[in-house]
């Protein structure tokens, strides 16, 4: 497992990564894709936020969620180029957005409804790069961007509805379900990238890397062979 500690980084320390989110999924994607990084959790209030924008989109979450991390890891000061990412995830069925059911009872009805059916996973984006010169946290260069991949369920049982939501596993995910974890055996496929289905999409981590002037492969940890 890669160390998940202030001094994560990748070859030659030059360029580091904080993931402005508590998910264990996303903390897994990034570990199997060998990216050092730290965790800083966001403070933003969804609720707020929700309050204040109607109903803000994933996009829009991701950013206030990274641009609250960013901020606090830029007072803080950096020693290298540090990125922060900020994510969101919302599942989209019939036109209705779902986000974590929380409670048993409603996860058992959103997947009664979604059974044999097909939805679609949106996970916003948001990256920030906060640079060691003096000031630059006052002007944190970002992008941002939704990846989306649509999800096919099984045609599960009510027994195995009732299963799955008894593990618990369900009740903390958009959309009611995960393909990381016992919910990969009720999905019967992805269209387009699984890894956006668990909250994270490390191939829009390269390419937002690289679009704020970095070099994505300078987090990547070298084999022991290599050090």
């Known amino acids: 497992m890669i160390p998940h500690d202030d001094g994560a980084a990748g070859p030659g320390a030059g360029l580091r990564l904080v993931l402005g989110s508590a998910s264990p999924g996303r903390a897994e994607v990034l570990t199997r894709a060998r990216v050092p990084f730290r965790v800083v959790v966001s403070g933003v209030d969804e609720a707020a936020v929700g309050a204040a924008a109607g109903d803000p989109s994933p996009a829009e979450l991701a950013e206030a969620k990274g641009r609250d991390v960013a901020a606090r890891v830029a007072a803080a000061g950096v020693e290298a180029p540090t990125l922060v990412l900020g994510c969101d995830s919302v599942f989209e069925f019939e036109g209705r957005a779902h986000g974590k059911p929380h409670e048993p009872e409603v996860a058992v009805e959103r997947w009664r409804a979604q059974?044999?059916?097909?939805?679609?996973?949106?996970?916003?984006?948001?990256?920030?790069?906060?640079?060691?010169?003096?000031?630059?946290?006052?002007?944190?260069?970002?992008?941002?961007?939704?990846?989306?991949?649509?999800?096919?369920?099984?045609?599960?049982?009510?027994?195995?509805?009732?299963?799955?939501?008894?593990?618990?596993?369900p009740l903390h995910c958009a959309g009611a379900f995960t393909v990381d974890g016992a919910g990969a055996a009720l999905v019967d496929g992805v269209d387009g990238d699984p890894n956006a289905v668990i909250g994270l999409s490390v191939a829009w981590l390269r390419r937002a890397t690289a679009a704020l002037g970095q070099d994505f492969t300078r987090l990547w940890e070298p084999s022991n062979a290599q050090r």
């Open 115 to 169: 059974a044999g059916r097909e939805g679609v996973l949106h996970s916003g984006h948001w990256l920030g790069l906060v640079l060691p010169e003096p000031g630059a946290g006052s002007g944190v260069a970002a992008e941002a961007g939704v990846v989306s991949a649509v999800v096919r369920f099984g045609a599960v049982t009510e027994a195995e509805i009732q299963a799955y939501v008894a593990t618990g596993e």
